[in-house]
């Protein structure tokens, strides 16, 4: 293989960054295929570490304090060379923290959201009370007007990340392994903040706290209302639905049997013109606790139930297999032992958007920063997302208190 001294002379400093992004790009190459070490020594900028070290020896190899005070005393000046490896190394950099922060294996924020674009933060999310129905026309006599009224919701926003700081020894003792596990940790824990920080709102665990995710008119209040008003919640207090206002313990497919005979008969639309009626609102996510994700996936995916009766026990098939996707997540079980008991049941994406202002991003700063005097700081990586949880409505997804 050529090596990369050879590769930078030949392709020059901007034809060699833009070799390396296309093999990256057509997966010839991975940012594991490179050592920051080589790629240092090629551009022949080797961090001041190398230089000390040198000095070192030099002093104890007895020549003279003169030559080894100026090199120790040298500066390596900004160049060429320093800005190729400094925009190359941030690329690799780059492809890892993005690597970490895409490896999903477990997270499940994504299924509970629609993604939603914006450039502007807290936005109005536009909409009107539901229609009133059609009605019966006799001949020759006029239609009915259908009668409109707004509503909407507001977003909320807010940016969050983290800096990554490569020093001088890694880059000198040719760690670049232990480089790139610090990148992907980086955008790995960024993404798991994104997952908590739907999960939490998806559940309202912070509206007690004045943290809202519905905010109808701009005004935040409990998505969950415990007296029933928001026609999702099914457990003690529920004012709104007395039928309802107790707590159901998942354990079978008869609990969830009940609740969606409380989502068909109390869940209906806000129209203005004419009675309120009950809306289609297919159930195609189940959100558990881990503490409940055993139970949940069993009562869902159960081929057969066994019903017991005067004459013994008879099996049928399970009326709510497949039903819909069991998901589950720790930061549930996170909110206390209560929660550790709730279930929620319902079309999450329908209900909770995810407006993205700015996806993850990756910047670097170079080593003419701060932290390089301080620290032997060589480059520092920044990783950051602009977004936030919002419902739109209230009625596509149910709480059931389990306890």
């Not at 590769?7 to 400093?13: C, E, F, R, T």
């Not at 990256?24 to 230089?51: I, M, W």
């Not at 969050?160 to 040719?174: C, P």
């Not at 060589?378 to 419902?391: H, Q």
Request: hydrophobic share 35%.
């Amino acid at each position: 293989m050529t090596p990369l001294r050879d590769l930078i002379q030949s392709h020059g400093h901007a034809g060699f960054y833009r070799k390396v992004v296309d093999l990256l790009n057509e997966k010839q190459l991975t940012p594991d295929d490179f050592s920051y070490h080589e790629l240092a020594a090629a551009c022949g900028v080797l961090p001041r570490l190398k230089g000390l070290r040198e000095s070192r020896l030099s002093f104890d190899a007895r020549l003279t304090s003169v030559d080894a005070t100026a090199h120790l005393l040298s500066e390596t000046s900004s160049s060429v060379g320093t800005t190729l490896f400094q925009v190359v190394t941030g690329e690799l950099i780059s492809r890892k923290v993005l690597e970490g922060y895409e490896d999903d294996t477990g997270f499940i924020g994504d299924k509970l959201v629609t993604v939603l674009p914006s450039k502007i933060r807290n936005a109005r999310i536009a909409g009107f009370k539901a229609l009133g129905g059609p009605t019966s026309i006799n001949e020759g006599q006029p239609y009915d007007e259908s009668t409109f009224a707004e509503k909407f919701v507001s977003t909320e926003e807010s940016k969050k990340g983290r800096i990554l700081s490569i020093t001088e020894e890694l880059i000198a003792f040719d760690q670049t392994g232990e480089i790139h596990r610090r990148a992907m940790a980086l955008g790995y824990y960024l993404r798991q903040e994104r997952e908590r920080t739907i999960v939490r709102a998806v559940t309202d665990a912070d509206s007690s706290s004045g943290t809202f995710v519905y905010r109808p008119a701009g005004t935040g209040q409990a998505l969950y209302n415990a007296n029933g008003a928001n026609r999702n919640y099914v457990g003690p207090g529920n004012t709104t639905s007395p039928a309802y206002n107790a707590a159901i313990e998942l354990h079978d497919w008869t609990d969830i049997e009940e609740v969606l005979h409380y989502r068909a008969t109390q869940v209906k639309d806000d129209r203005i013109d004419g009675t309120p009626r009950p809306i289609v609102a297919p159930v195609r996510q189940i959100l558990v606790p881990e503490a409940l994700r055993g139970t949940a996936r069993s009562v869902v995916h159960s081929t057969e139930i066994t019903v017991a009766s005067e004459d013994g026990q008879t099996r049928f098939a399970n009326p709510i297999n497949g039903i819909a996707e069991v998901l589950a997540s720790p930061f549930i079980d996170e909110q206390g032992v209560a929660a550790s008991h709730d279930w929620y049941i319902g079309d999450f994406r329908r209900q909770f958007i995810w407006s993205e202002i700015w996806p993850v991003q990756t910047f670097l700063q170079q080593a003419d920063s701060e932290a390089a005097f301080d620290r032997d700081v060589v480059l520092r990586v920044k990783a950051r997302y602009f977004g936030g949880i919002s419902a739109v409505d209230t009625v596509f997804v149910t709480k059931v208190a389990g306890g």
